[in-house]
């Protein structure tokens, strides 16, 4: 499976995901602080399961 997060997209989940977890860290949002992997991960692999499986992509052609 190749790439389907563009290059903004892949830039907004890891800065997302990276607050999520430093909110969580800081005390202010509690353990659903963890959900900050699931963009952090996604944007550094460029890879979003749910676009693969709903056919979307933001990546440029």
């Known amino acids: ?5 563009g290059i903004v997209d892949r830039t ?3 800065v997302a995901g990276l607050l999520l977890l430093w909110l ?3 005390g202010r949002i509690g ?3 963890w959900l900050g992997l699931i963009p952090l991960i996604t944007g ?3 890879v ?3 676009y693969g499986a709903l056919g979307i992509s ?3 052609p």
């Open 12 to 14: 907004v989940r890891v």
């Open 48 to 50: 979003c399961p749910l």
């Open 1 to 5: 499976m190749g790439t389907n997060v």
């Open 24 to 26: 969580m860290m800081d």
């Open 58 to 60: 933001t990546k440029a």
């Open 31 to 33: 353990p659903w602080g």
């Open 44 to 46: 550094v692999a460029g």
